[in-house]
C-alpha cells in the first residue's frame, strides 16, 4: 500500500519481503544468538536496505511502463525469493523465540502477549506512518511524486531517490510484519504469501492509498473470516474476504476510505 500511495505501483512481492524479514529475524537470535530487539532493528535495516536497492537495479526499468509490466515483475521477484529462502533456509518451519511469553485478561478474554504485541506494534506503526505522509515534508513529496512525477521533478523533487526510499520504507514495514507475526504463524517459505492476498483484500476493502482505510479493512477481514468459520460451511473462511473484496469492487471501487480521483491525460 505504501508503494500504491507513493508510486501508484502494486507490488505483489510485499508478502515475500515480509517472509524475508522473518527469515532474517530468526537467524540473528537463533543462528548468531543475538538479543530478539537486535534482531529486530538488524532485520528491518536489511530487508528495508534491499528494498532500495530492489528499486535502484530493477524496478526503475519499468517504470512509466504499462501495470501489467510491473505486476508481473513483482510476481516474478517474489517467486525468487521463496527460492531464494527455500535454497538458503530450507522448506523446514521454524519458530522464532520472543520475550512476548504469558498471556494477560482483558475485559474477561484471555489474550497472549504475542497478539497483543502484533495489534500494539500494528497500531503504533499505523500512526507513525500516517503522520509521515501527512505532516513531513518528504511524505507530501512522496505523495506529490505520486500525483504528477514530471511536476514534481521540475518542483525539486528527486523523484528516483524518492521511490528509492519508497521501497525501502515499505520493504521495512514488511520486515517488522513479519518478525510481529513470525511467533504465531511460524517462519517459513510460503508465510507470506497467504497473508499478502489477505492483506490486498483489505486494502481494497478499506481504499488503496488509506492508511486509516487499511487498518480498517484488516479488522473487518479478520471478522468476516472468523464469521464464516463459526457460521458458514467449511471451506468459506478462506474464500469469504475475497468475495466481500469483489463485492467492494463492484459497488465502490474506491474502497471505504478511498477517494475517486480522476486524471486528466
Given at each position: 500500500?505504501?508503494?500504491?500511495?507513493?508510486?501508484?505501483?502494486?507490488?505483489?512481492?510485499?508478502?515475500d519481503?515480509?517472509?524475508?524479514?522473518?527469515?532474517v529475524?530468526?537467524?540473528?537470535?537463533?543462528?548468531?544468538?543475538?538479543?530478539?530487539?537486535?534482531?529486530?532493528?538488524?532485520?528491518?535495516?536489511?530487508?528495508?536496505?534491499?528494498?532500495?536497492?530492489?528499486?535502484?537495479?530493477?524496478?526503475?526499468?519499468?517504470?512509466?511502463?504499462?501495470?501489467?509490466?510491473?505486476?508481473?515483475?513483482?510476481?516474478?521477484?517474489?517467486a525468487?525469493?521463496?527460492?531464494?529462502?527455500?535454497?538458503?533456509?530450507?522448506?523446514?518451519?521454524?519458530?522464532?523465540p520472543?520475550?512476548?511469553?504469558?498471556?494477560?485478561?482483558?475485559?474477561?478474554?484471555?489474550?497472549?502477549?504475542?497478539?497483543?504485541?502484533?495489534?500494539?506494534?500494528t497500531?503504533?506503526?499505523?500512526?507513525?506512518?500516517?503522520?509521515?505522509?501527512?505532516h513531513?515534508?518528504?511524505?507530501?513529496?512522496?505523495?506529490?511524486?505520486?500525483?504528477?512525477?514530471?511536476a514534481?521533478?521540475y518542483?525539486g523533487?528527486?523523484?528516483k531517490?524518492?521511490?528509492?526510499?519508497?521501497?525501502?520504507?515499505?520493504?521495512?514495514?514488511?520486515a517488522?510484519?513479519?518478525?510481529?507475526l513470525?511467533?504465531?504463524?511460524?517462519?517459513?517459505?510460503?508465510?507470506?504469501?497467504?497473508?499478502a492476498?489477505?492483506a490486498?483484500?483489505?486494502?481494497?476493502?478499506?481504499?488503496?492509498?488509506?492508511i486509516?482505510?487499511?487498518?480498517?479493512?484488516?479488522?473487518?477481514?479478520g471478522?468476516i473470516e472468523?464469521?464464516?468459520?463459526?457460521?458458514?460451511?467449511?471451506?468459506?473462511?478462506?474464500?469469504?474476504?475475497?468475495?466481500?473484496?469483489?463485492?467492494?469492487?463492484?459497488?465502490?471501487?474506491?474502497?471505504?476510505?478511498?477517494?475517486?480521483?480522476?486524471?486528466?491525460?
Amino acid at each position: 500500500m505504501l508503494i500504491y500511495k507513493a508510486t501508484e505501483l502494486v507490488n505483489f512481492a510485499q508478502g515475500d519481503l515480509l517472509m524475508l524479514g522473518a527469515f532474517v529475524a530468526y537467524m540473528s537470535v537463533v543462528w548468531w544468538g543475538l538479543d530478539y530487539w537486535v534482531a529486530f532493528v538488524i532485520a528491518v535495516v536489511v530487508v528495508g536496505a534491499f528494498g532500495a536497492l530492489l528499486d535502484a537495479l530493477v524496478l526503475r526499468r519499468v517504470i512509466g511502463q504499462p501495470q501489467f509490466a510491473v505486476v508481473m515483475m513483482t510476481i516474478g521477484l517474489g517467486a525468487m525469493f521463496r527460492t531464494f529462502a527455500s535454497v538458503t533456509w530450507g522448506s523446514e518451519i521454524y519458530t522464532l523465540p520472543t520475550p512476548f511469553g504469558g498471556v494477560t485478561t482483558v475485559g474477561g478474554v484471555t489474550v497472549s502477549y504475542q497478539y497483543l504485541s502484533i495489534i500494539v506494534g500494528t497500531l503504533i506503526l499505523c500512526g507513525v506512518l500516517y503522520a509521515f505522509f501527512t505532516h513531513t515534508r518528504l511524505g507530501i513529496a512522496m505523495q506529490a511524486t505520486s500525483q504528477n512525477q514530471l511536476a514534481a521533478y521540475y518542483m525539486g523533487i528527486p523523484v528516483k531517490t524518492i521511490f528509492s526510499m519508497v521501497w525501502a520504507i515499505s520493504a521495512a514495514v514488511a520486515a517488522t510484519a513479519g518478525i510481529l507475526l513470525a511467533p504465531v504463524t511460524l517462519i517459513d517459505t510460503n508465510m507470506g504469501l497467504a497473508i499478502a492476498l489477505k492483506a490486498f483484500a483489505a486494502a481494497v476493502l478499506g481504499g488503496f492509498g488509506s492508511i486509516p482505510g487499511a487498518l480498517v479493512g484488516g479488522i473487518v477481514i479478520g471478522l468476516i473470516e472468523l464469521y464464516a468459520g463459526a457460521t458458514l460451511p467449511e471451506g468459506f473462511k478462506d474464500t469469504a474476504p475475497y468475495i466481500v473484496m469483489l463485492a467492494m469492487l463492484a459497488v465502490r471501487p474506491q474502497g471505504l476510505f478511498g477517494a475517486l480521483a480522476r486524471k486528466k491525460v
